[in-house]
């Protein structure tokens, strides 16, 4: 009697192997996620303690906060692509001292920080994707007392 010897894989132990692959590469794909959105929090974390320094420098030259109702920082055409001695000002204007030479924008596509003030106090809306030193995911408001989620201009 002749033995025949197999060469290969069974149907289960190529599934069984397909099924590692898939679960490695999905902890993979997920691990990468995380890390883009922590990424993207620390570049708006960034952006907004440079914005609050800017502003800070306005109050001590002007003892005033530029002047909004509402209005997105960095967006072209907005009038508010930075910050100058006459406050929020589009590139194309020029105004001097310059506090900011071009505000930050956001990490995503078409991503702007929303800001409003009063002469004695701002807010500078952003939000979150992860948990930070500020708390879970949402949305913050910085103001010149420090960050939080209250909308109130302090």
């Given at each position: 009697?002749?033995?025949?010897i197999?060469?290969?894989f069974?149907?289960?132990?190529?599934?069984?192997?397909?099924?590692?692959?898939?679960?490695?590469?999905?902890?993979?794909?997920?691990?990468?996620?995380?890390?883009?959105?922590t990424?993207?929090?620390?570049?708006?974390?960034?952006?907004?303690?440079v914005?609050?320094?800017?502003?800070?420098?306005?109050?001590?030259?002007k003892?005033?906060?530029?002047l909004?109702?509402?209005?997105?920082?960095?967006?072209?055409?907005?009038?508010?692509?930075?910050?100058?001695?006459?406050?929020?000002?589009?590139?194309?204007?020029?105004?001097?001292?310059?506090?900011?030479?071009?505000?930050?924008?956001?990490?995503?596509?078409?991503?702007y920080?929303?800001?409003?003030a009063?002469?004695?106090?701002?807010?500078?809306?952003?939000?979150?994707?992860?948990?930070?030193?500020?708390?879970?995911?949402?949305?913050?408001?910085?103001h010149?007392?420090?960050?939080?989620?209250?909308?109130?201009?302090?």
């Open positions: 009697m002749k033995m025949s197999k060469n290969g069974t149907i289960p132990e190529l599934l069984i192997a397909l099924l590692i692959v898939g679960i490695l590469g999905a902890l993979a794909v997920y691990a990468i996620n995380v890390q883009r959105a990424t993207r929090d620390a570049k708006r974390i960034s952006d907004i303690s914005m609050r320094a800017a502003l800070s420098q306005y109050w001590l030259q003892a005033s906060y530029p909004s109702e509402g209005v997105e920082l960095g967006r072209p055409g907005a009038g508010a692509e930075r910050l100058t001695g006459n406050g929020l000002s589009s590139l194309d204007q020029g105004a001097q001292p310059i506090f900011l030479e071009r505000f930050p924008v956001g990490p995503k596509n078409n991503e920080y929303a800001y409003r009063t002469d004695n106090g701002y807010a500078l809306r952003f939000i979150t994707e992860r948990e930070t030193a500020y708390g879970p995911p949402g949305v913050y408001y910085a010149s007392t420090g960050v939080d989620n209250s909308d109130n201009l302090k």
